[in-house]
């Protein structure tokens, strides 16, 4: 019987090494230890031996089952921690074509613009403010002495919304509302720029689209000069372009600015480009906002910043800079 023992051991041994599924060891259990089992079953059988052969039998037997039952759970634990990294496997997420992309992003030439035209003005002493893109009348045109009968609203070509009464809401077509947001909120002296996104109804064609940006400038303090917007507007022309061009005011007409110019500056070939609009803030835009005429001066001045990045880098069409065409983005 100690053979019979030998063989049934030997059997379960590798029943268990074998084993794929924990279902093929839970076989095992009723196959091999269960009470009809292949070992379960020659204790049964113990008491047909004689007396003196009983004790070792026994022992064997017990031996046998003690082997088995630690052979099935050192296999247990193996094929759960297979079925674990089996899990694993199959609920990885294959993420090599995000991380392998070789080719990295970098600011669109407006926003480079538009944070070189910060860096300058900052290196100036003036701080930044910004403002909504949707407006209402009041800001975009009533504050800015540009009543509703007012003629030079017409040449904004606004866009507006359908929110509350008829042209009441508007996509703001100028950062000039921002001024007015400004000299309500922080008290004098203020030296301040404003650079955003403006919108025109707008046909877009090589120099115009119906979405660009703007940056505006507004200095208010005592005792403020038309000297010092063409000193400022020359100090930055240098600081942005270079040591070599130069600036020029030209009479023009805003509604917000009196007196009011067109500024240029002087390519070092001596061709001029034409940059935006300045002025002295209208006694009308200040009182509009709060602040007494008599007391306080300033001046402002706006230009586009997409020319700017247009002029810096030669690009002949706007629209090639809003066409996201990564052959063309990725020059600059
Ligand atoms: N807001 C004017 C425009 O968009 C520019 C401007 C700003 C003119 C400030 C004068 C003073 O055309």
Not at 44 to 64: D, M, Y
Request: proline share 5%; hydrophobic share 40%.
């Amino acid at each position: 019987m100690i053979e019979e023992v030998r063989h049934a051991h030997e059997a379960a041994l590798e029943q268990v090494a074998t084993a794929l599924t924990l279902a093929d060891l839970r076989a095992v259990d009723s196959e091999v230890l269960a009470k009809s089992g292949t070992l379960g079953s020659l204790k049964s059988r113990l008491g047909s031996l004689a007396i003196e052969h009983r004790k070792t039998v026994g022992q064997a037997i017990n031996q046998a089952i003690e082997a088995v039952e630690s052979a099935a759970d050192e296999r247990r634990r193996e094929l759960s921690a297979a079925a674990l990294q089996g899990r694993i496997a199959a609920e990885r997420l294959d993420l090599t074509e995000i991380t392998a992309r070789p080719r990295r992003g970098h600011e669109h030439l407006a926003i480079q613009a538009w944070e070189r035209l910060e860096d300058v003005f900052v290196g100036l002493g003036f701080q930044i403010a910004e403002g909504p893109e949707l407006e209402t009348d009041f800001y975009n045109f009533e504050a800015l002495n540009m009543p509703r009968s007012h003629p030079a609203r017409s040449g904004f070509d606004t866009l507006f919304t359908d929110y509350n009464e008829d042209g009441t809401v508007l996509l703001r077509t100028h950062t000039s509302p921002v001024q007015i947001r400004v000299m309500q909120t922080v008290e004098p002296p203020i030296y301040m720029i404003m650079p955003g996104r403006v919108f025109r109804r707008d046909t877009p064609d090589a120099t115009h689209m119906p979405v660009f940006h703007q940056l505006e400038g507004l200095v208010i303090d005592r005792s403020i000069t038309m000297a010092h917007l063409a000193g400022t507007i020359d100090a930055f022309t240098k600081a942005f372009f270079g040591g070599d061009f130069t600036s020029r005011l030209r009479p023009n007409y805003f509604p917000f600015t009196e007196p009011s110019a067109e500024f240029d500056i002087q390519r070092p070939d001596g061709t001029w480009i034409e940059l935006g609009g300045c002025g002295m803030v209208h006694p009308n835009v200040l009182s509009a906002a709060g602040l007494d005429p008599e007391e306080w001066s300033g001046f402002a001045f706006g230009f586009g910043i997409d020319r700017m990045a247009r002029e810096r880098h030669g690009v002949d069409d706007i629209r090639d800079m809003y066409s996201n065409d990564v052959r063309f983005i990725k020059q600059f």
